[in-house]
């Protein structure tokens, strides 16, 4: 791959108006802008990280965790850019990086549905479940394992590429560069007999080929290509904080002890630095702070480390030729306790009694919700008369977002998933209970 194409500022879907320059504003800047402006952005803010409605405002929502994200992914790609300074395109500076991996960063969760990664699987149970099977019919085989496979990181390319500000005309119109770090899987819902997940729905195939024959992703398959190398940055900021912070946040929730946290946290920092044994040993600062100075010396660790694997593997990611992950080439002292950090959490945070209640709790809010909207939609697009008068109400709901009578199923049934992964917890479960029979 070259850095070159790969660091394309053209603009997805609007070729024929290219970027005006703009002083202190760069078309990456620009990108995140315009991501962070978006209402699917602002909808995270009442979207679960882990803890399922949580009450205690101090726990991470999918807003804060991306944000977060996005200022580890901006210090990684700054750190890679300096180091591979000389590699780069004589107009390109290291904070360029930085601004296209922040750009992936903050879009990486934007398609995730309500109750985060339960919300899924409860989408994905639903179309599967036998009894639903018919409301599929009609499709081709393909198209119906996009929503049997429903995943959070292809609808987020549906909101960037179509749905967000300049539907069906490339959506947030991000550039190409932004676009392709952002593709952690990059690939369509054809792969998901060898690879579970995926990038990219099959209504969004096309949008994928342009993009990646623009910036020169190596095609390892049919719409199957090797990742963007600033992709393996992204990922790795992700990694480095949902480890580290997950276990912060079940501190808050009274989950983990302090000293479990410390035990993984400490071998991330420099315990003999005066400043470290200094706060640590402070009977005057709480655990919160306490855990809050250790989460901040393991994030910048971690980041070094990371960016160090990246340079140091920079001509193989640039061939195609590198591992899975960052985080699995970094030294062991380092990769040790994020994966102990990991281990931790799923046996004892992912396992907590409330969040596995909720979770279950999900299932019958998402089958609520799809059994009332995609039964709906199937009477509208298929019947030749006036349907019913209860779908003629759910489909209100969806306003101008409802299909038209003879429209194509394949994509109104996506509507419908547009319309409820959109969706956030609250509103979710309180149009279940409305629909239910159950609202007040």
Same mark, same amino acid.
């Given at each position: 791959?070259?850095?070159?194409?790969?660091?394309?500022?053209?603009?997805?879907?609007?070729?024929?108006?290219?970027?005006?320059?703009?002083?202190?504003?760069?078309?990456?800047?620009?990108?995140?802008?315009?991501?962070?402006?978006?209402?699917?952005?602002?909808?995270?803010?009442?979207?679960?990280?882990?803890?399922?409605?949580?009450?205690?405002?101090?726990?991470?929502?999918?807003?804060?965790?991306?944000?977060?994200?996005?200022?580890?992914?901006?210090?990684?790609?700054?750190?890679?850019?300096?180091?591979?300074?000389?590699?780069?395109?004589?107009?390109?500076?290291?904070?360029?990086?930085?601004?296209?991996?922040?750009?992936?960063?903050?879009?990486?969760?934007?398609?995730?549905?309500?109750?985060?990664?339960?919300?899924?699987?409860?989408?994905?149970?639903?179309?599967?479940?036998?009894?639903?099977?018919?409301?599929?019919?009609?499709?081709?085989?393909?198209?119906?394992?996009?929503?049997?496979?429903?995943?959070?990181?292809?609808?987020?390319?549906?909101?960037?590429?179509?749905?967000?500000?300049?539907?069906?005309?490339?959506?947030?119109?991000?550039?190409?560069?932004?676009?392709?770090?952002?593709?952690?899987?990059?690939?369509?819902?054809?792969?998901?007999?060898?690879?579970?997940?995926?990038?990219?729905?099959?209504?969004?195939?096309?949008?994928?080929?342009?993009?990646?024959?623009?910036?020169?992703?190596?095609?390892?398959?049919?719409?199957?290509?090797?990742?963007?190398?600033?992709?393996?940055?992204?990922?790795?900021?992700?990694? +480095?904080?949902?480890?580290?912070? #997950?276990?912060? @946040?079940? &501190?808050?929730?009274? *989950?983990?002890?302090?000293?479990? %946290?410390? !035990? +993984?946290?400490?071998?991330?920092? #420099?315990?003999? @630095?005066? &400043?470290?044994?200094? *706060?640590?040993?402070?009977?005057? %600062?709480? !655990?919160?702070?306490?855990?809050?100075?250790?989460?901040?010396?393991?994030?910048?660790?971690?980041?070094?480390?990371?960016?160090?694997?990246?340079?140091?593997?920079?001509?193989?990611?640039?061939?195609?030729?590198?591992?899975?992950?960052?985080?699995?080439?970094?030294?062991?002292?380092?990769?040790?306790?994020?994966?102990?950090?990991?281990?931790?959490?799923?046996?004892?945070?992912?396992?907590?009694?409330?969040?596995?209640?909720?979770?279950?709790?999900?299932?019958?809010?998402?089958?609520?919700?799809?059994?009332?909207?995609?039964?709906?939609?199937?009477?509208?697009?298929?019947?030749?008369?006036?349907?019913?008068?209860?779908?003629?109400?759910?489909?209100?709901?969806?306003?101008?977002?409802?299909?038209?009578?003879?429209?194509?199923?394949?994509?109104?049934?996506?509507?419908?998933?547009?319309?409820?992964?959109?969706?956030?917890?609250?509103?979710?479960?309180?149009?279940?209970?409305?629909?239910?029979?159950?609202?007040?």
């Amino acid at each position: 791959m070259e850095w070159e194409k790969l660091l394309s500022p053209k603009r997805f879907g609007a070729e024929k108006w290219p970027d005006q320059k703009e002083q202190g504003r760069t078309s990456f800047h620009k990108d995140c802008d315009r991501i962070t402006f978006s209402s699917s952005f602002r909808r995270l803010g009442k979207k679960t990280q882990v803890h399922p409605l949580a009450l205690n405002d101090h726990v991470h929502t999918r807003l804060t965790h991306s944000i977060e994200v996005a200022s580890v992914g901006r210090s990684l790609g700054i750190m890679c850019g300096e180091k591979i300074q000389e590699q780069l395109p004589t107009n390109i500076h290291p904070m360029h990086l930085g601004q296209i991996i922040q750009a992936a960063c903050l879009a990486h969760d934007i398609g995730n549905p309500p109750f985060g990664h339960a919300g899924e699987e409860a989408i994905r149970a639903w179309f599967s479940h036998p009894s639903n099977a018919y409301l599929l019919e009609g499709i081709t085989e393909t198209q119906q394992d996009d929503f049997r496979n429903f995943e959070g990181n292809a609808q987020g390319f549906r909101i960037l590429t179509k749905l967000e500000y300049n539907k069906n005309n490339g959506g947030m119109r991000l550039t190409y560069a932004s676009l392709a770090a952002g593709l952690k899987y990059p690939w369509t819902s054809l792969e998901t007999k060898k690879i579970k997940k995926f990038n990219c729905f099959q209504s969004e195939a096309d949008s994928l080929k342009i993009i990646a024959e623009e910036v020169g992703l190596i095609r390892k398959d049919h719409l199957l290509y090797l990742r963007h190398p600033l992709a393996y940055l992204a990922e790795a900021a992700d990694d +480095i904080c949902y480890r580290i912070l #997950d276990l912060e @946040d079940a &501190h808050e929730m009274r *989950i983990l002890q302090y000293e479990e %946290i410390l !035990n +993984i946290l400490q071998e991330l920092c #420099d315990t003999t @630095d005066s &400043h470290y044994t200094n *706060i640590i040993n402070a009977n005057d %600062i709480s !655990n919160r702070h306490k855990l809050s100075f250790l989460r901040a010396k393991a994030i910048g660790t971690s980041v070094i480390s990371a960016s160090d694997v990246f340079t140091n593997n920079i001509d193989k990611i640039m061939k195609g030729q590198f591992g899975e992950d960052i985080i699995n080439e970094c030294p062991e002292v380092i990769k040790t306790p994020l994966n102990n950090a990991r281990k931790l959490a799923s046996e004892k945070v992912y396992k907590e009694p409330r969040k596995i209640e909720l979770e279950i709790g999900c299932y019958t809010t998402i089958g609520i919700l799809l059994d009332a909207f995609c039964t709906a939609v199937r009477e509208q697009v298929l019947s030749g008369k006036n349907i019913s008068y209860k779908s003629e109400r759910v489909l209100a709901m969806m306003g101008i977002n409802a299909p038209e009578k003879g429209a194509d199923l394949y994509q109104s049934l996506l509507k419908v998933t547009d319309y409820i992964s959109g969706m956030t917890d609250n509103y979710a479960s309180y149009m279940a209970q409305q629909i239910g029979g159950k609202g007040k």
